[in-house]
């Protein structure tokens, strides 16, 4: 799933992302080199609609307490594995996304 379809239906989403194999985004993306964190590890972010770039190729992330990616990334790098909820006003809550079996697969991020 792509960031930009996300955040069509987000303002505020909370979710798993993986970096894209380098064969998989528009050349120049990782300035000819790998991406930055192996394609096998999942990290979690906050994706926030007002963190796009004018251009539309750039999302800041890292801003959120519990984001495991910090800095101006290319929206086109990662995939969105999954959606875990949505991010409250208050930047720690996160409403939790009810599964397709109707288990709730997120909870409060303090908690932990």
Same mark, same amino acid.
């Given at each position: 799933?792509?960031?930009?379809?996300?955040?069509?239906?987000?303002?505020?989403?909370?979710?798993?992302?993986?970096?894209?194999?380098?064969?998989?985004?528009?050349?120049?993306?990782?300035?000819?080199?790998?991406?930055?964190?192996?394609?096998?590890?999942?990290?979690? =972010?906050?994706?926030?609609?007002?963190?796009?770039?004018?251009?539309?190729?750039?999302?800041?992330?890292?801003?959120?307490?519990?984001?495991?990616?910090?800095?101006?990334?290319?929206?086109?790098?990662?995939?969105?594995?999954?959606?875990?909820?949505?991010?409250?006003?208050?930047?720690?809550? =996160?409403?939790?996304?009810?599964?397709?079996?109707?288990?709730?697969?997120?909870?409060?991020?303090?908690?932990?």
């Amino acid at each position: 799933m792509r960031i930009t379809d996300v955040l069509k239906a987000h303002e505020r989403a909370v979710v798993i992302v993986r970096y894209r194999p380098a064969d998989k985004v528009p050349e120049g993306t990782y300035q000819n080199g790998p991406p930055p964190q192996n394609p096998a590890c999942f990290l979690q =972010v906050a994706l926030i609609s007002t963190r796009v770039s004018p251009s539309g190729k750039l999302i800041r992330l890292g801003d959120t307490q519990g984001d495991e990616i910090m800095g101006w990334t290319h929206i086109e790098a990662l995939d969105v594995i999954e959606i875990l909820g949505e991010l409250s006003e208050d930047n720690h809550t =996160v409403i939790p996304h009810v599964s397709r079996g109707g288990e709730i697969i997120a909870l409060d991020r303090l908690s932990s």
